[in-house]
């Protein structure tokens, strides 16, 4: 072992790390999937989907249910959205058994993160019973008892970032339960997505530090300055794609023609009309039905123009980057996989705009945004001084 290599908490626990950053990219892929196909509000119920554990397959099933006087069954989107949920609480499972490995070294660690997963779990049904007070305040207790743990732990052994993860997965949970409840509030989805997309990151860090492969390079602390401005800017550019997508504004711009009326330019201008104000007010009260969109053509607008403006900063910073660690011989290969991911993702974002939106455009788009921070992470993970 290394002198820079930490002591795992379990032999296997690089596996199962890797092995749950795999499942989280594919429930964020497969999350995309159901936000494009408009199938989030599927399911009208939380957890259930018309009070069934899979999903119903005739209208007739779900007469009588309350779920149905809020949303008719379709049965090709129901699917998407409890097959969804599935994914997420498999995924749920597999971080809580790394958070158990990690603090089983750890004095009362099993105690505390059980203790906190049985109080989040104990909510569900009283949700479910109407008691949502009840059943929210269980769910922070349990957040709570995780955050301490957190904080009064080190990260010699991984325990304190598997807890925080374990503290997100429970958190994501809740935004996936708001999501439905609340009606596709955009500030909820774009929560969920940047929700899925730290506890990816942080999987990301947890894997390569348990699996002790560091990357030693005399500059390396000034790379790893670089590397986390450029997670700062990717996860902004994530966050505005996220509001684009949860203010239903990827087309407004125009889309599906060849010309030039919708990209670069936007409505047939290099400048339209836009309202920025509006377009990202942020919270609007609850009680609103957002599927399809609220806002106004201008502020549509302002929110595609701000992904736009945006995205060339990033692709920018990212270039370079890529450049300059293209200089440095050992890192030709990740600086080469990281400029390719950059042009990729810009012909992904344009091909979404000037093909108005194909459903597995978008979804690479979304994997796009993964396979970057999975690049930057890891070498922030891996990175080292010389002892």
Not at 87 to 92: E, S
């Amino acid at each position: 072992m290394s002198p820079t290599a930490r002591p795992a908490p379990h032999r296997n626990f690089h596996r199962l790390a890797w092995f749950a950053l795999i499942m989280t990219a594919s429930t964020i892929m497969f999350g995309a999937f159901v936000r494009l196909s408009d199938a989030g509000l599927s399911c009208p119920d939380w957890p259930t989907c018309y009070g069934r554990a899979t999903w119903p397959q005739h209208v007739a099933e779900t007469v009588g249910h309350p779920a149905a006087d809020i949303r008719p069954l379709e049965t090709h989107k129901a699917w998407r959205e409890q097959v969804h949920r599935f994914l997420a609480g498999a995924l749920g499972i597999e971080i809580l058994t790394l958070a158990l490995l990690a603090a089983r070294r750890r004095r009362l660690g099993r105690t505390a993160v059980i203790t906190a997963c049985a109080l989040v779990a104990t909510g569900i049904p009283l949700y479910m019973m109407g008691w949502h007070g009840t059943a929210s305040g269980l769910a922070l207790l349990g957040e709570i008892i995780l955050l301490v743990a957190a904080w009064r732990w080190s990260n010699s052994d991984l325990s304190r970032a598997a807890v925080l993860t374990l503290a997100v997965v429970i958190f994501q949970a809740l935004l996936g339960m708001w999501t439905v409840t609340w009606l596709l509030k955009p500030i909820v989805v774009m929560a969920h997505l940047l929700g899925g997309m730290l506890m990816f990151a942080m999987l990301v860090w947890m894997a390569w530090r348990a699996t002790h492969l560091p990357i030693t390079l005399a500059q390396a602390p000034r790379l790893k300055w670089l590397l986390r401005a450029g997670i700062a800017v990717l996860a902004m550019q994530i966050a505005l794609g996220g509001w684009v997508s949860a203010n239903y504004a990827a087309l407004a711009c125009g889309g599906g023609s060849l010309s030039l009326d919708n990209f670069p330019r936007c409505a047939n201008q290099w400048w339209p009309q836009q309202n920025y104000s509006e377009g990202f007010t942020l919270w609007r009260g609850i009680g609103v039905d957002y599927e399809g969109g609220i806002l106004d053509g201008a502020s549509r607008i302002a929110i595609q123009m701000g992904h736009r403006l945006f995205a060339i900063v990033v692709a920018a910073y990212l270039l370079w980057l890529g450049l300059r660690l293209f200089r440095v011989p050992s890192m030709r290969g990740w600086a080469t996989v990281l400029v390719i991911g950059v042009v990729t993702q810009v012909s992904l974002g344009i091909a979404n705009v000037k093909m108005a939106l194909p459903l597995p455009v978008a979804v690479l788009h979304n994997g796009g945004a993964v396979l970057l921070l999975f690049v930057l992470v890891s070498l922030l993970a891996r990175l080292r001084a010389p002892d």
